[in-house]
């Protein structure tokens, strides 16, 4: 006759979130997963050995329950490119995570279009500002340049996003105050750096001012450039 499956105690959690034990589990897994302290953990299961413990088993997390399919985490739709590695990297968990979180999903043949959990606190709120589809052979530098930017300022407006990993279709976040490209057609976008004026830009280009102001009708006021303004040199060069 089979032994009976093991009777667990269902500990008190006013305020936080029951959570059942999976394999790989650990406090600090959990931490991370739930985004509290392992010493919070301790806490809230004054009754529990935090380095014996069972599938199974029930416990408290301290942090309020989220409604949905996956507690503590977030739903995400599987696209073309993902892997549990890219993801894991990409939200600030790990592998074994997203595999304990993910009981019936095989890593190795995920499908576009299925939703998984993510064992992680859900990303930033959609870019209040203007968003773009990454494209063949985008890179974060050839994007500021398109766009009048910094590699910087990409990174800063999309935390979750790897630049070395940009997948074709993912949508990334433009900084504020960056509509769209400058239209500079055949041209190079350079960055106003401390004492420029547009005659100094001028001649180490080889272009002279009209030229320049008629290539850049953004600028608010040519006679007074702030450094980090795009200006346009119209035709290709090196600066």
Do not use: K
């Not at 942090?63 to 894991?88: E, H, K, M, N, Q």
């Not at 600030?92 to 304990?100: D, H, Q, R």
């Not at 993910?102 to 968003?131: E, K």
């Not at 979750?160 to 976040?173: M, T």
């Amino acid at each position: 006759m089979a032994n009976p499956p093991e009777l667990f105690h269902v500990p008190p959690c006013p305020g936080g979130t029951l959570y059942t034990i999976r394999p790989g589990d650990s406090y600090f897994s959990l931490a991370r997963r739930f985004n509290t302290t392992v010493e919070a953990i301790g806490a809230a299961n004054p009754g529990v050995d935090p380095t014996n413990l069972q599938i199974g088993q029930t416990i408290c997390i301290p942090v309020p329950p989220v409604p949905g399919p996956c507690p503590g985490g977030f739903v995400y739709s599987i696209r073309a490119g993902d892997t549990f590695f890219s993801l894991a990297r990409r939200f600030g968990t790990t592998v074994e995570a997203l595999i304990a979180a993910n009981p019936g999903v095989d890593p190795d043949r995920l499908q576009v279009g299925q939703q998984i959990c993510v064992p992680a606190p859900a990303p930033p709120a959609p870019c209040p500002g203007a968003t773009y589809t990454v494209r063949a052979g985008d890179t974060f530098f050839n994007l500021a340049r398109r766009f009048g930017t910094t590699v910087e300022a990409l990174i800063a407006a999309n935390p979750g996003v790897d630049p070395d990993r940009l997948q074709v279709g993912q949508v990334i976040c433009l900084p504020p105050g960056v509509t769209g490209p400058i239209p500079c057609p055949g041209g190079t976008i350079y960055r106003v750096r401390a004492g420029d004026t547009l005659f100094g830009i001028g001649r180490r280009f080889g272009v002279s001012v009209p030229e320049l102001i008629a290539a850049n009708p953004h600028l608010p006021d040519p006679e007074r450039l702030q450094i980090g303004d795009p200006v346009c040199i119209p035709r290709r060069v090196q600066p």
